[in-house]
């Protein structure tokens, strides 16, 4: 039983596998902020190009 203890204590695997689920939750809090921040700039960048596509006189 002792040992069974000791190996179970000296286990790390399930440790990495929480790490890196953290490490890719905060990656994707940073991507959702990020285009979040970005989302607004370029709606008014699309809206300036397609207001001054409608106002190109055709031929």
């Known amino acids: 039983m002792k040992n069974l ?3 179970f204590a ?3 695997s399930g440790a990495t596998a929480i790490e890196y689920g953290l490490i890719a939750a905060g990656i994707s ?3 959702i902020a990020l285009v ?3 989302g607004g ?3 008014t960048v699309f809206t300036y ?3 001054e ?3 190109v006189p055709t031929e």
């Open 5 to 7: 203890v000791t190996r």
């Open 10 to 12: 000296k286990d790390e």
């Open 29 to 31: 809090v940073a991507i």
């Open 36 to 38: 979040n921040a970005i």
């Open 41 to 43: 700039n370029l709606e």
């Open 49 to 51: 190009i397609r207001d």
């Open 53 to 55: 596509l409608g106002t």
